[in-house]
C-alpha cells in the first residue's frame, strides 16, 4: 500500500530538530530528582543527535511551507508561549512552582491539536493527547506521593518527544 503521506524530507528533518530539542530538554528536567540519571541523560544525548541529524536534512534539503500555515504556525507557537510563560508566572507567583513542568507539559500537549492541520500532521493529535496524558499524570503522583512532578513530567515528555523525533528522522532518510 503506498503513503499517502505528502509531506517533504524537509518537513520531517525539521520534525526530527524541534522534537529533539525538547525531548533533551524534557528529558534533562526530569533530572531534578535523578533515580534514573544515568538513563535520562543517555536518552537526552540521543534526542541531541537526532535534533543534529534532523537539522542537517531539513535545512539541505529543498522544499518549504506555504505562507499560511507558516502564519498559523506563528500564531499556535506564540500563543504557546505566552500561556507557558503566564502559567509558570502564576504558579511560581502561587508558591507552585513543582506544578511548573504540569502546565508547560498541558499546554504542549493541547498545543499539538491546532499544529497537526498546520503541519500536515495528523500524527500529532495522538502525541497531543499522550503529553496532556503524561501531565495529569505527572499531576497525580505529585499529588498522591513524594515523587516530583518534573520526573514524572520530565520523562514521560521528553520519551515522547524523543521517540517522535526518531520517527520523524526515520522518515527524513526514507524520502528520495
Same mark, same amino acid.
Given at each position: 500500500?503506498?503513503?499517502?503521506?505528502? *509531506?517533504? *524530507?524537509?518537513?520531517?528533518?525539521?520534525?526530527?530538530?524541534? =522534537?529533539?530539542?525538547?525531548?533533551?530538554?524534557?528529558?534533562?528536567?526530569?533530572?531534578?530528582?535523578?533515580?534514573?540519571?544515568?538513563?535520562?541523560?543517555?536518552?537526552?544525548?540521543?534526542?541531541?543527535?537526532?535534533?543534529?541529524?534532523? #537539522?542537517?536534512?531539513?535545512? *539541505?534539503?529543498?522544499? $518549504?511551507?506555504?505562507?499560511?500555515?507558516? *502564519?498559523?504556525?506563528?500564531?499556535?507557537?506564540?500563543?504557546?508561549?505566552?500561556?507557558? $510563560? =503566564?502559567?509558570?508566572?502564576?504558579?511560581?507567583?502561587?508558591?507552585?512552582?513543582?506544578?511548573?513542568?504540569?502546565?508547560?507539559?498541558?499546554?504542549?500537549?493541547?498545543?499539538?491539536? +491546532?499544529?497537526? +492541520?498546520?503541519?500536515?500532521? +495528523?500524527?500529532?493529535?495522538?502525541?497531543?493527547?499522550?503529553?496532556? #496524558?503524561? #501531565?495529569?499524570?505527572?499531576?497525580? !503522583?505529585?499529588?498522591?506521593?513524594? !515523587?516530583? @512532578?518534573?520526573?514524572?513530567?520530565?520523562?514521560?515528555?521528553?520519551?515522547?518527544?524523543?521517540?517522535?523525533?526518531?520517527?520523524?528522522? $526515520?522518515? @527524513?532518510?526514507?524520502?528520495?
Amino acid at each position: 500500500m503506498a503513503s499517502t503521506d505528502r *509531506r517533504s *524530507r524537509r518537513s520531517f528533518g525539521l520534525t526530527a530538530l524541534f =522534537l529533539g530539542f525538547f525531548g533533551a530538554g524534557w528529558l534533562s528536567w526530569a533530572q531534578a530528582a535523578p533515580p534514573l540519571g544515568t538513563w535520562l541523560s543517555v536518552l537526552a544525548w540521543v534526542s541531541l543527535a537526532t535534533a543534529a541529524a534532523g #537539522a542537517v536534512i531539513g535545512f *539541505r534539503s529543498p522544499g $518549504g511551507q506555504d505562507q499560511v500555515d507558516g *502564519r498559523r504556525y506563528g500564531i499556535i507557537v506564540g500563543v504557546e508561549f505566552a500561556a507557558c $510563560g =503566564l502559567g509558570a508566572v502564576a504558579l511560581g507567583a502561587t508558591g507552585q512552582s513543582e506544578f511548573i513542568p504540569v502546565w508547560i507539559c498541558l499546554v504542549v500537549g493541547v498545543h499539538f491539536f +491546532p499544529l497537526a +492541520p498546520a503541519l500536515h500532521d +495528523p500524527l500529532l493529535v495522538p502525541l497531543g493527547v499522550a503529553m496532556c #496524558a503524561v #501531565a495529569v499524570a505527572g499531576l497525580v !503522583v505529585a499529588l498522591a506521593s513524594s !515523587v516530583n @512532578a518534573s520526573v514524572v513530567v520530565g520523562t514521560g515528555a521528553g520519551l515522547l518527544l524523543a521517540g517522535y523525533a526518531v520517527m520523524a528522522l $526515520g522518515k @527524513a532518510v526514507a524520502r528520495p
